[in-house]
């Protein structure tokens, strides 16, 4: 019964540690944002393009600047 004890408190501190996951989709800070999953539109592929273009421009710049 004296190892349960600990195990109970390290559970409980694992679990206040994990954060939530955060889908691009569905939320967003800046805008305030906050949808359910299914309430919104799936991305178009030009939106897509246009996300994943930023992305490897990004991954681009932090390569020469090394």
């Not at 349960?4 to 679990?15: D, K, R, T």
């Amino acid at each position: 019964m004296k190892t349960f004890a600990p195990i109970i408190g390290l559970l409980l501190l694992s679990a206040t540690a994990v954060t939530p996951a955060e889908a691009n989709w569905f939320s967003s800070q800046k805008h305030n944002t906050m949808y359910n999953i299914g309430s919104v539109r799936n991305p178009t592929p030009q939106e897509l393009r246009f996300y994943y273009a930023q992305v490897a421009a990004e991954q681009q710049a932090k390569a020469a600047r090394k």
